[in-house]
């Protein structure tokens, strides 16, 4: 599997991009993006450069990653979280389940 890409919105994008690579089996690095048409609005690219699970680990992960970041507060920070494949698909986590998330991995 190739380095992977996920674009987290919202102000608390790098909070939650900070948890992201603290995952067991992760690594990488993000670099932040001030949205200038939103207000207050901060998105996040994560580049995930070493994984040292599987793919169906890995969306497991991330799945549980960010179910949780939407439940930490009565009002997620998070607004949005787009994974993007290698191959330039794109899926929104909000209503993915892990079988898409690992059929954008595996790809």
């Known amino acids: 599997m190739a380095d992977l890409q996920l674009e987290?919105?919202?102000?608390?994008a790098v909070p939650a991009t900070e948890e992201l690579l603290e995952i067991d089996?992760?690594?990488?690095?993000y670099e932040t993006e001030a949205d200038?048409?939103?207000?207050?609005?901060?998105?996040t690219i994560a580049t995930i450069i070493g994984i040292t699970v599987?793919?169906?680990?890995v969306a497991e992960k991330l799945y549980t990653w960010y179910q949780n970041s939407r439940r930490k507060k009565p009002k997620p920070t998070v607004d949005k979280v787009l994974l993007i494949g290698r191959n330039g698909q794109k899926l929104v986590l909000e209503n993915a389940s892990v079988e898409q998330i690992?059929?954008?991995?595996d790809s």
């Open 8 to 12: 987290i919105e919202g102000e608390g």
């Open 25 to 29: 089996g992760l690594s990488g690095n």
């Open 36 to 43: 200038t048409s939103k207000e207050g609005v901060l998105a």
């Open 54 to 57: 599987g793919t169906l680990e």
């Open 102 to 105: 690992k059929k954008i991995l």
